[in-house]
């Protein structure tokens, strides 16, 4: 059951004076919506629902501004906003207003009426929003209303003193936080008059662009808080646009047509499907590798440019709904499922299979989970689609100080170690449970957190060799987690002719093609 404060967050009448609140900067939130009862997190409106005919994605250009909690803000740098030319325009919740080709917008702290309390129960971290999100929605079914945060790392958090949920059999680890807030974090400018504090959120247009980490972005954009009391860059960028800014740092400006076509219709697929990621903190998807990595559109050249046109609208989708549109670098030769890339329930358009013409498909056909076909499909298949890339197959070593560095706190459990075993594979030969263990006892990394650990690790499909004591050599195949799209597969299928329908029905069997809007 959720607890009584929650149940008071759900209600339509208590988010309506937190709205209100957020309008005028948090204070009128925080004296009246928030002071008989504590909060989960700093409160935050969700971003508006997508206009189903003109979609406009609220991208966060940058997360977490601010001076670190404890720093005196007043020594710490101004947040620069700069035109590429001519002036921007900056109006707060008020409605004033200020102008100049650059702004300078300093940091102040500025004392709440009413102490906040914040309270949770926390999950995690987790690896990845895929496995936060299994986990989000088990202690939902728990009637606990879970959020999904990214502080730092994936969470999901709850009321406090909420039951932790069970995932796979096994009760999750949950800790508790209480803190009192005594002020807020604020932006603001100097004037003749003296410091002027803003109320956000801040609306920020520059008609010839805003200049912001080496690239040029149209806007218009926010500046807001978070739930974490720091603040957030938000573009508002119309669906297709913001594909301008996906597509040449995710497949490559140069890529064959076809290739660009189907990235164009898995990235738009993906942007719709995930627009809940950052819903806690009001806005919708990021900027880097936790979402698709987003920067300058001018950098998307005619071919880019035309595969977004004649893809113009479609998403894929599995029965109505868009699809879990994952796509990676390279899949080594075989495609993973969902449930060995995440775990959770797998999903039939995500199946693991081999990646390559009929004969190599039927010399590696899955389950490939024993270690002598894998040996040989590392060692023999080159045939595969996709197999010039450069991490198609690759070798790595693992030591025990580099073990003991990668696992951080959690080597004290571990201690000294003595051995690196795989305990479980997936059909497509990828590693599901990792152990090591030590002196002092043993540590299973599962599924994400394998490479999460072990960043050095291009994927999770290898095979584990003593080399010595303390020493191991692993050689393996492919780079990222291997289900759906690879991208060296479909640019290898593009050069012989594939059209991005075909490489897309290949990628996700049983899919279908759909323009927006879709039905409600």
Not at 41 to 50: E, K, N, Q, T
Not at 261 to 270: I, N
Not at 316 to 332: D, F, K, T
Not at 355 to 380: I, K, T
């Amino acid at each position: 059951m959720s607890s009584p404060l929650l149940r008071t967050l759900l209600r339509p009448t208590h988010w309506a004076a937190l709205l209100a609140g957020v309008a005028l900067g948090g204070s009128l939130l925080l004296t009246q919506a928030c002071r008989a009862a504590s909060q989960v997190h700093w409160p935050v409106p969700p971003p508006p629902p997508l206009d189903r005919s003109e979609p406009v994605l609220w991208v966060a250009l940058a997360a977490h501004l601010g001076p670190r909690p404890g720093v005196d803000p007043t020594t710490a740098p101004a947040l620069k906003l700069e035109s590429q030319a001519g002036p921007l325009m900056l109006s707060d919740a008020r409605g004033r207003q200020w102008r100049g080709s650059s702004l300078n917008l300093l940091w102040r702290r500025v004392p709440l009426k009413e102490p906040l309390s914040l309270q949770r129960t926390i999950l995690g971290p987790f690896p990845s929003f895929e496995r936060a999100e299994q986990v989000a929605q088990a202690w939902r079914q728990q009637g606990v209303s879970a959020v999904i945060a990214h502080p730092g790392d994936w969470e999901v958090w709850g009321g406090p003193e909420s039951p932790a949920p069970s995932l796979g059999g096994a009760r999750l680890a949950a800790r508790q936080q209480r803190s009192v807030v005594r002020d807020r974090l604020v932006l603001g400018l100097r004037e003749p008059g003296g410091f002027k504090v803003l109320e956000g959120p801040l609306q920020l247009s520059a008609p010839s662009g805003l200049r912001w980490g080496g690239g040029l972005f149209k806007g218009p954009f926010r500046l807001q808080s978070d739930a974490y009391g720091s603040w957030s860059l938000i573009e508002q960028v119309p669906l297709e646009r913001y594909l301008q800014g996906v597509l040449p740092h995710e497949i490559g400006a140069g890529a064959p047509a076809a290739a660009l076509e189907a990235q164009a219709v898995l990235a738009r697929t993906w942007a719709v499907r995930n627009r809940h990621r950052f819903q806690v903190d009001g806005y919708h998807l990021c900027a880097d590798t936790q979402c698709q990595v987003y920067a300058d559109p001018r950098q998307a050249g005619g071919g880019v440019r035309r595969a977004i046109d004649a893809t113009r609208s479609q998403v894929l989708l599995w029965q109505g709904r868009p699809i879990h549109a994952v796509y990676h670098a390279s899949n080594g030769g075989m495609a993973a499922g969902f449930e060995e890339a995440w775990g959770g329930e797998p999903l039939p358009y995500l199946k693991s299979r081999p990646d390559g013409p009929a004969a190599f498909e039927r010399s590696f056909a899955v389950p490939l989970n024993e270690p002598a076909r894998l040996r040989r499909l590392l060692m023999e298949g080159s045939s595969a689609h996709g197999s010039a890339h450069p991490r198609f197959r690759w070798q790595r070593s693992l030591d025990r100080a580099g073990i003991t560095a990668a696992l951080g706190p959690r080597a004290n459990a571990v201690g000294e170690p003595q051995q690196l075993n795989v305990l479980e594979r997936g059909a497509s030969g990828r590693v599901l449970a990792l152990e090591v263990r030590g002196k002092a006892g043993g540590l299973v990394l599962r599924f994400d957190a394998i490479r999460r650990t072990f960043r050095q690790l291009p994927s999770t499909l290898f095979v584990v060799t003593p080399e010595g004591p303390g020493r191991w050599s692993l050689v393996g195949g492919g780079f990222g987690h291997g289900a759906g799209l690879s991208q060296a597969g479909a640019l290898d299928l593009a050069q012989r002719g594939w059209l991005a329908a075909r490489i897309l029905k290949r990628y996700y069997p049983g899919t279908t093609l759909q323009s927006l809007p879709l039905e409600p």
